[in-house]
């Protein structure tokens, strides 16, 4: 027995029917389709037969697929960080109260990751690490072009301008050029001979030309010039405040001392330290006391900024 086609339902159709004919679209042609739409069950809608196929692991050791997919899961939660980030620089009018909703999202994901991150700590039993971690050589988790997009797309770049060479340029220097002294590069030389590994020649072949377009385009609309574009009462509020010093410790110093923590559980060895697969230099480049990379020096105290990573230790310690 049919239903009565009610008021609320006669709405809808005359709202498809203005929705349709701005674009000069036949309504009844897409009502026409739908009939033959078959109901699209969960499996379809998130492609998950597609997405547990594409674990493919190099060795046959078991460990191995552990680690194949918490990397697959990091780079899924960097494309939602990712998301959030475009919105906030596409954002026509911005306001402070939106720029705070972006950020407790953002937070949250890294809250997720970070606390995540046991799970490679210790998910996998050492000797199995060891061994097939020699078939994943020169890729590296440095390799991500999705971490580096959100550290563009959330400061100035020149917060991005290794330490050593940061005294060189101002927030208006060229792009281009201080693209030149990217702070990671440092992490993926080779101590002895000052040479970049193939890990880093891999990722600047492919992905180089992507990010500096990015840098560019995000010159502007990056979190810290939205953030300075907003009037002084809104730049004020404490509670935006306190999202964006999150945001900073959650990129440059919870991920990078998560990594590293797991970095000493597999890697750290006497008489001498397990190389990483992709021949970066861990041991400089994952504490944040070294790299001193810091997205919004101007929240921060000087104490703060002199003691960089050190509260994350401090926590560690007492469990």
Do not use: C
Not at 35 to 61: G, N
Not at 123 to 144: D, H, T, V, Y
Not at 175 to 190: C, D, F, L, P, V
């Amino acid at each position: 027995m049919s239903k009565e086609i009610t008021p609320e339902i006669l709405e809808l159709v005359k709202k498809l029917e203005e929705k349709y004919s701005s674009k000069n679209q036949d309504l009844a042609a897409y009502l026409e389709g739908r009939l033959y739409e078959d109901y699209i069950p969960y499996w379809d809608y998130i492609h998950l037969d597609t997405l547990l196929t594409l674990q493919k692991p190099r060795t046959r050791i078991p460990d191995e697929m552990i680690f194949v997919m918490y990397h697959q899961v990091t780079e899924l939660y960097f494309k939602m960080i990712l998301h959030e980030l475009e919105q906030v620089g596409e954002r026509d009018k911005m306001t402070g109260e939106y720029l705070k909703g972006k950020l407790k999202r953002i937070r949250r994901y890294f809250e997720i990751l970070t606390t995540s991150f046991d799970v490679m700590g210790y998910g996998m039993e050492p000797e199995q690490f060891l061994k097939f971690r020699m078939a994943l050589l020169p890729a590296s988790g440095f390799q991500s072009a999705q971490y580096r997009m959100i550290e563009i797309a959330s400061t100035s770049f020149i917060n991005l301008v290794d330490k050593n060479q940061r005294n060189r340029f101002n927030a208006d220097s060229d792009i281009t050029e201080m693209y030149k002294y990217i702070y990671w590069q440092e992490g993926a030389i080779i101590v002895e001979s000052g040479e970049k590994t193939l890990t880093l020649h891999q990722f600047e072949a492919k992905y180089n030309e992507q990010l500096l377009e990015m840098a560019h385009d995000y010159k502007d609309k990056n979190v810290w010039a939205r953030y300075s574009a907003l009037p002084e009462e809104e730049r004020s509020d404490a509670e935006l405040i306190a999202l964006l010093k999150a945001l900073d410790s959650y990129v440059n110093v919870n991920w990078p001392l998560a990594h590293y923590k797991t970095a000493v559980r597999y890697l750290q060895k006497d008489p001498e330290d397990v190389p990483a697969t992709g021949g970066t230099n861990w041991q400089k480049y994952l504490p944040p006391r070294f790299q001193k990379r810091i997205f919004y020096p101007q929240l921060w105290t000087e104490n703060e900024m002199n003691e960089w990573g050190k509260s994350w230790v401090v926590q560690q310690l007492n469990g």
